[in-house]
């Protein structure tokens, strides 16, 4: 009965009401103090920086007070310069705060180099097509040789230079295959 009486006692409910104004002068100065500090509500939007040299991003970026991070380079796409942007995030048009950071994938210099199969000579122009294609080459003449086996190949070539398993060229370099037409039989 004791406990009863004291809460609804007026030195406790005058207490209570207190540490209740108390707590929501705190709530309401911390969220006051968050809006001056984080500057809500002033934020930039983020240009478009898709095909721009890095040296233009950078200079774009540091006039409107963001920074830039490189996250990777992805696999080279002949539409964009080289060394130009493919991707950011956040992407075009959102806003952010000044001082964000803008995070970018680059386009490489050029393709990579594949490394030549072992094993392609003397396989037929049907195995052999196949797996070029894969690795990102294409094929180009296709130069008749007498040889005794019909359709296999025989040489691989670039620019008109033999090139050998382990070799490495450009991917999308064009490879020429001289296959046997079977007439030494």
Do not use: C, W
Not at 49 to 66: A, C, G, R
Not at 76 to 104: C, M, T
Not at 108 to 132: A, H, M, W
């Amino acid at each position: 009965m004791k406990l009863f009486k004291f809460i609804f006692s007026k030195t406790f409910l005058l207490q209570l009401i207190l540490a209740l104004v108390v707590l929501v002068a705190l709530v309401f100065g911390a969220l006051k103090y968050l809006d001056v500090t984080t500057n809500h509500n002033d934020t930039i939007e983020v240009p478009d920086l898709s095909k721009f040299q890095l040296d233009i991003v950078d200079k774009k970026l540091e006039e409107m007070n963001l920074r830039r991070e490189i996250l990777d380079s992805a696999s080279f796409n002949s539409k964009y310069p080289p060394f130009s942007v493919l991707d950011q995030v956040p992407k075009p048009g959102k806003r952010v705060k000044a001082n964000r950071k803008i995070y970018l994938t680059l386009n490489p210099s050029g393709y990579i180099d594949v490394e030549i199969p072992q094993n392609l000579i003397r396989k037929t122009r049907r195995q052999v097509e196949p797996t070029l294609i894969a690795l990102g080459f294409e094929i180009g003449d296709i130069i008749m040789r007498p040889d005794i086996a019909k359709g296999a190949i025989l040489e691989l070539r670039h620019k008109g230079e033999t090139i050998e398993a382990g070799d490495f060229l450009q991917k999308t370099s064009t490879i020429d295959l001289v296959v046997g037409d079977g007439s030494l039989r």
